[in-house]
């Protein structure tokens, strides 16, 4: 075994094996992380699309409803 020297050091017997797996995991998760978000992210955008159209379809209503003009009262 080695000798105790205070700080860890990479090579503490395993060659580095175990930092190097540590990097291949966490890359595999940032990988699957940036996946998964990018398809909430599109189901957000077409919930929040699907829920504004009406509101846009009644201020369109509304302006050309009030750019004909009042009719005169006669």
């Known amino acids: 075994m080695g000798e105790w020297r205070g700080y860890w050091s990479p090579n503490d017997g395993d060659n580095g094996q175990g ?29 929040a699309l699907t829920s504004a159209w009406p509101v846009i379809y009644m201020v369109i209503t509304v302006v050309k409803l009030l750019s004909r003009g009042r009719p005169l009262d006669q």
Do not use: C, G, P, Q
């Open 19 to 47: 930092l190097r797996n540590f990097h291949r995991l966490s890359r595999e998760y940032l990988a699957e992380f940036s996946r998964e978000r990018a398809k909430e992210l599109t189901v957000f955008a077409l919930v």
